[in-house]
């Protein structure tokens, strides 16, 4: 079970997973060895891994969207996904689509080929992002 020391810990992670023991003990007034044994043990089954998140635009990589997908054959759309340098997450989803494709790309030529590569085996609806805002601390 987690405590508020333990969701402090994840939401400074979360915005910076770069920060020292040191840093972390500071803002949450407790000591370096303590925040590196709390960590070690959110490890364990709570922290997945460390990640990066890439400004995609100095990728020139500037068009963010979604594609919803619609298929019944599955292994096909999610084999095009793994081959598609451009769909950078593919979750499985509940309701009327069944797939939700995140995708970054040069032009929106690409994410409309994405449309057009899929026709024969999965009805899609693309979306595109127009801004992002940051509701939330994570």
Same mark, same amino acid.
């Given at each position: 079970?987690?405590? %508020?020391?333990? #969701?402090? /810990?994840l ?27 709390? /960590? ?23 068009? #963010?969207g979604?594609?919803l ?5 599955c ?11 451009? /769909?950078?997450?593919?979750?499985? /989803? ?24 899929t026709? #024969? ?15 939330c601390? %994570?």
């Amino acid at each position: 079970m987690l405590d %508020h020391i333990d #969701h402090q /810990i994840l939401d400074l992670l979360r915005k910076n997973s770069r920060l020292t023991y040191t840093d972390i003990g500071k803002q949450i007034n407790m000591s370096s060895p303590a925040v590196k044994s709390r /960590i070690e043990r959110l490890e364990d089954n709570v922290i997945k891994r460390y990640t990066i998140e890439v400004n995609n635009k100095e990728l020139n990589k500037g068009i #963010h969207g979604f594609v919803l997908f619609q298929t019944t054959k599955c292994e096909r759309l999610t084999n095009y996904c793994e081959k598609n340098s451009n /769909i950078i997450n593919l979750w499985r /989803i509940s309701g009327e689509s069944n797939y939700l494709a995140e995708v970054v790309c040069e032009e929106i030529s690409e994410l409309e080929q994405i449309s057009k590569d899929t026709t #024969h085996f999965a009805f899609s609806n693309i979306l595109s992002v127009l801004g992002k805002y940051n509701v939330c601390a %994570h």
